[in-house]
């Protein structure tokens, strides 16, 4: 007689892994708002049927096919408060896909003092199949509120998107089942500050990170920022908008060649030597076709950035050549409430008044370095694995970019495997993140996300310009130091006709 013993045993072993195995099966969105939260609680979970979510204080985009939520589908939205302090009141959400989930999470970032969830950029990752997630950094209303106390103001300058991001990843894992397997980060401007702060002081926390425009030497760059705009409002040197016009077109005149197209950008502007003076009076007249010798040294000003009047120490990087026509008298907010509420403490505080002497000192020193992400040893994001990518354009008025490329070259120097880790792409002609002349629509998560699955270290990301709903020029964007030179032939609006080199 044949023995079913083995089959049998067989049999009930499948049987008992079945029944014993760890569920898998993924929580419904409502049961959710029982999720425990470190530091904080679930106020909200809800399933969002496909194209009707609207942001509060209805900020939902434009109309029709401009409001990026019209295109989403279904997804289940989780608010969250997070009290990592004290006084700390962070305000976060997170976002999961009902289907087509990629696996993976992607933080997003804020701008200038925050004080909202980033909601249309977090529509952008979660349309690409991302969980997303976002917070308000710990406050709402007006910039000073950042400034409440010291729990907001640390919360504002790095907590809030650490908390925010252990909770998203907590919360990805109990609905699907799966913590995901990848996370991100993408912000510019402060959202790049937040990016390279992440690097720095919760290397755990991304796999990869994007960071545009980084604002991260804030108690140096403060000082930039008044001085530019120093410069443009004395009445002496100041430069009417028919005048930095008159500029912009001879600094391309200039150098836009430099790069073998004449395109209206400038793809290095490092490699620009224009001098203002070309510009001067002639016989000390004045007209709308001519620099006057204190509109001449002004525009130098700006060029060569912030200087210590006294004993002529540079403070910080100039405005770059191709800029002119995003220049302002006014002063940066961020950097006039900078010095109200962190240096000076005094709401009533005049830029006028500054200081490029002893102020310079005074702002370099304890506590007024806390938004100051400057650290420039990478080593433990790149030796876990992580892979960053900078950017910012050339064209930039606010924060210098020249800045960046600087930084890039120290983190070259002291952070292990930069060179596998670390990439930068400078955008020519673009603003500060996005706008200009130059080809400003770009996918660096797309591009991070297939270095870190396994790709190569991208050499270059394609770029278009977009003028009135239409691409009418792409361009690759080079990683730096390489730039795109044109081969000579063809079209100079397409990316084809041009090398990195």
């Keep these: 007689m044949r023995s079913t013993r083995g089959p049998l045993v067989a049999l009930i072993a499948a049987v008992f892994i079945v029944i014993s195995a760890p569920s898998t099966v993924a929580a419904t969105c409502e049961s959710l708002s029982s999720l425990a939260v470190p530091h904080g609680s679930v106020t909200l979970a809800q399933t969002v049927a496909p194209g009707t979510f609207t942001p509060p204080s209805g900020r939902a985009g434009g109309p029709g096919g401009q409001n990026p939520f019209a295109r989403l589908g279904s997804f ?46 977090m529509a952008t990752a979660l349309a690409a199949g991302y969980a997303a997630a976002s917070t308000d950094t ?9 400034f409440a106390n010291d729990d907001v103001l640390i919360d504002f300058a790095h907590r809030a998107i650490h908390e925010t991001t252990v909770t998203a990843k907590a919360t990805v ?7 995901p397997k990848l996370a991100y980060f993408n912000g510019c401007s402060t959202g790049g500050r937040q990016a390279v702060t992440a690097a720095q002081r919760y290397p755990d926390d991304f796999d990869g990170i994007v960071g545009g425009a980084p604002a991260s030497h804030t108690s140096t760059q403060a000082f930039g920022q008044i001085w530019f705009s120093q410069a443009l409002a004395d009445p002496a040197s100041a430069l009417p908008r028919e005048k930095l016009t008159m500029l912009h077109e001879a600094v391309l005149n200039a150098c836009d060649e430099l790069d073998g197209a004449k395109d209206g950008v400038l793809e290095n502007p490092l490699s620009c030597k224009f001098d203002p003076q070309v510009l001067a009076c002639k016989q000390g007249g004045d007209s709308a076709s001519c620099l006057t010798p204190a509109q001449v040294d002004g525009v130098r000003r700006i060029y060569a950035g912030p200087s210590n009047p006294r004993t002529g120490h540079h403070i910080f990087a100039g405005l770059e050549r191709g800029s002119e026509l995003g220049w302002n008298p006014v002063p940066v907010g961020y950097a006039v409430d900078y010095f109200k509420y962190i240096v000076f403490k005094d709401s009533n505080w005049d830029p006028k008044s500054l200081n490029y002497d002893s102020d310079v ?26 892979k960053l990518i900078m950017y910012q354009g050339w064209a930039e008025p606010g924060i210098p970019p020249g800045n960046l490329v600087k930084y890039y070259g120290q983190i070259q120097q002291k952070t292990s495997g930069a060179q596998d880790a670390v990439r930068v792409f400078m955008v020519p002609g673009m603003g500060h993140c996005g706008g200009g002349n130059g080809t400003s629509t770009f996918d660096m998560v797309a591009a991070l996300d297939a270095w870190r699955d396994g790709g190569k270290a991208p ?5 278009a310009r ?19 030179k044109y081969k000579g032939t063809g079209s100079i609006d397409d990316a084809a006709n041009f090398v990195c080199r």
């Design 138 to 146: 710990g406050h709402t209303g007006p910039s000073p509120n950042t």
């Design 361 to 386: 000192e005074r702002a370099s020193k304890g506590s007024n370095l806390v938004f100051d992400a400057t650290e420039t040893d990478l080593s433990r994001f790149t030796k876990r694995g992580g």
């Design 76 to 121: 289940c939205r989780v608010a969250v408060t997070l009290k990592p302090g004290p006084q700390s009141d962070i305000k976060a959400e997170v976002w999961l896909p009902s289907s087509g989930w990629n696996g993976k999470l992607q933080v997003v970032g804020n701008g200038g003092f925050a004080g909202t969830i980033s909601y249309p950029a």
């Design 466 to 484: 977009v003028r009135d709903g239409k691409i009418d020029r792409t361009r690759p964007l080079c990683a730096w130091p390489a730039v795109a």
């Design 173 to 179: 894992k109990e609905l699907f089942g799966d913590a």
């Design 459 to 463: 050499q270059q990301i394609k770029a």
